[in-house]
């Protein structure tokens, strides 16, 4: 079992910013991949971003460049750097863990959430 202390969610304006934190804690956590997806009403859930123990990351081509993911395993802290937001990346953002034997696009445990809300 994964548990999980999301932060840094909150509302702002078209390119601005917004950092997300999220503390994992449980047996093995940081033998995991780590990560970040979103999910808005009326949409499915989309992946955002992906780290693996080693530091490997994954984007989908919608926030690539705007978006960096960074981990500190020592803390068991993902972190989710995002800029130029824009209104569409509105939503409901979820950290999760996925074992090395998940595949990408699948998650084992995620967070409550946090609301990413992008508005002038």
């Known amino acids: 079992q994964v548990q999980f202390v999301e932060s840094g969610g909150g509302l702002v304006q078209p390119g601005g910013s917004l950092r997300l934190s999220c503390v994992a804690s449980?047996?093995?956590?940081?033998?995991?991949?780590l990560g970040w997806y979103r999910q808005s009403p009326g949409k499915q859930r989309e992946l955002v971003a992906d780290?693996?123990?080693?530091?490997?990351?994954r984007y989908p081509n919608s926030v690539e460049g705007r978006f960096t993911i960074s981990r500190d395993n020592a803390k068991n802290t993902v972190y989710l750097e995002m800029n130029s937001l824009k209104p569409e990346d509105t939503a409901v953002y979820y950290c999760?863990?996925?074992?090395?034997?998940?595949?990408?696009?699948?998650?084992?445990?995620w967070g409550q959430g946090t609301q990413v809300t992008v508005s002038s």
């Open positions: 999760y863990s996925r074992r090395p034997t998940t595949a990408l696009y699948e998650y084992d445990y």
């Open positions: 449980g047996s093995r956590v940081n033998m995991y991949s």
């Open positions: 780290i693996t123990r080693g530091g490997i990351t």
